[in-house]
T-cell receptor
Framework: DGGITQSPKYLFRKEGQNVTLSCEQN?????MYWYRQDPGQGLRLIYY???????QKGDIAEGYSVSREKKESFPLTVTSAQKNPTAFYLC???????????FGSGTQLSVL | EDQVTQSPEALRLQEGESSSLNCSYT??????LFWYRQDPGKGPEFLFT???AGEEKEKERLKATLTKKESFLHITAPKPEDSATYLC????????????FGKGTKLSVKP
């Protein structure tokens, strides 16, 4: 079945450590996104990519980095510069930026 | 300021008790209004897209409507399995489009 796979489901980060969240899709979608979800808040856009080897910052990109070397993959790195990383991270994809989003199952990141 | 506001934050219903969720939006140039359902610990799942005032869409016990200022998600005779958080999102702006999400309404349906 086509869909988006995020891994791991749970991730723990030590202070000063960089961690990478994986996102793979087999929907043949051009656009991919990373969102952060905090309790009581709406989804906030971290980064998005509309084509391979190109990506743009969203509303809260500071402390995060991404790459888009393959159409299917859009990993997110949470760097040590992100001082409040505890959140639920969601990866999504769409045919283009005007279309509905397909979401992965999310990664819960916590700080040790 | 562009924003999307959902109300109520939480709603408790008895099974079979119909109600509506509200999504008010203030954006420049609405391109589409999306509704998603999110179960605990999972990613949101697409329900509907509405594009113009007066448009309505239905799926099982759910019906979404759109006006120039707000959207409603009507739930008719809900069942416990309808319990979830319902998110709305407004897409607006130029060719690149921007998408802003509301904070969601957590629906609980008791048997």
């Amino acid at each position: 079945d086509g869909g988006i796979t995020q891994s791991p489901k749970y991730l723990f980060r030590k202070e000063g450590q960089n961690v990478t969240l994986s996102c793979e899709q087999n929907l043949n979608h051009d656009a991919m996104y990373w969102y952060r979800q905090d309790p009581g808040q709406g989804l906030r856009l971290i980064y998005y990519s509309q084509i391979v080897n190109d990506f743009q910052k969203g509303d809260i990109a500071e402390g995060y980095s991404v790459s888009r070397e393959k159409k299917e993959s859009f990993p997110l790195t949470v760097t040590s510069a992100q001082k409040n990383p505890t959140a639920f991270y969601l990866c999504a994809s769409s045919l283009n930026r005007d279309e509905k989003l397909f979401f992965g199952s999310g990664t819960q990141l916590s700080v040790l | 300021e562009d924003q999307v506001t959902q109300s109520p934050e939480a709603l408790r219903l008895q099974e079979g008790e119909s109600s509506s969720l509200n999504c008010s939006y203030t954006v420049s140039g609405l391109r589409g209004l999306f509704w998603y359902r999110q179960d605990p610990g999972k990613g949101p799942e697409f329900l509907f897209t509405l594009y113009s005032a007066g448009e309505e869409k239905e799926k099982e016990r759910l019906k979404a409507t759109l006006t120039k200022k707000e959207s409603f998600l009507h739930i008719t005779a809900p069942k416990p399995e309808d319990s979830a958080t319902y998110l709305c999102a407004a897409q607006y702006g130029g060719s690149q489009g921007n998408l802003i999400f509301g904070k969601g309404t957590k629906l609980s349906v008791k048997p």
